[in-house]
């Protein structure tokens, strides 16, 4: 047989290949906690908070793939950690990013990219501190939203904007007037 073990706020457990034998035999698992994460989103300023920033745990090799994501309280602190269902989460790498509407997306240590995102390890039954933000004001977009004839303005019509590589949710969104402008 093959046995797992699951309990709410714990890492899944699974055990390998149990052989049984005709007598009972006590099978004991040990469940760990996951590691977490905990840190501060502030302005680019590093002292004002930014409350309801978004910190999102993520696969270094896969961005899309979120294992978890909090959000900053009105002091700007934050406490997340990586899913313990689905995947079992053990000790690893993982990124670390902030975001919120109107800033620019930052990774852990100040990087913009996945790409050159800086690791944070996640032991198990570990608190990983200090993990920091000072998100930066983002650009605007306006403009308007015409028909084909470029000419005929749309009201009323959505403009959404997306994180690079991220197409599952926007992050800010936008709504034509009746000149076609947003």
Same mark, same amino acid.
């Given at each position: 047989y093959r046995v797992s073990a699951v309990a709410e706020? =714990?890492?899944?457990n699974y055990l390998g290949e149990i052989l049984l034998s005709p007598a009972d035999m006590p099978l004991n698992i040990r469940l760990d906690r996951p590691g977490v994460v905990r840190g501060?989103? =502030? +302005?680019a300023n590093g002292t004002t908070a930014l409350p309801g920033a978004t910190v999102e745990i993520v696969s270094p090799t896969n961005a899309e793939r979120v294992y978890s994501a909090g959000s900053a309280n009105a002091t700007g602190a934050y406490t997340t950690a990586p899913s313990t269902y689905g995947? +079992? +989460? +053990?000790t690893g790498d993982y990124l670390v990013r902030a975001y919120m509407p109107g800033y620019e997306l930052e990774y852990y240590a100040n990087k913009t990219s996945a790409a050159t995102a800086t690791r944070v390890r996640v032991p198990v039954n570990t608190t990983v501190s200090s993990i920091n933000f000072t998100l930066a004001r983002a650009g605007r977009i306006s403009g308007h939203v015409y028909a084909a004839d470029g000419v005929t303005p749309l009201a009323w019509a959505t403009v959404n904007a997306y994180l690079p590589g991220q197409w599952s949710a926007p992050v800010d969104t936008a709504y034509t007037?009746?000149?076609?402008?947003?």
């Open positions: 706020g =714990y890492v899944t501060n989103v =502030y +302005q995947d +079992q +989460q +053990q007037l009746a000149d076609g402008s947003y």
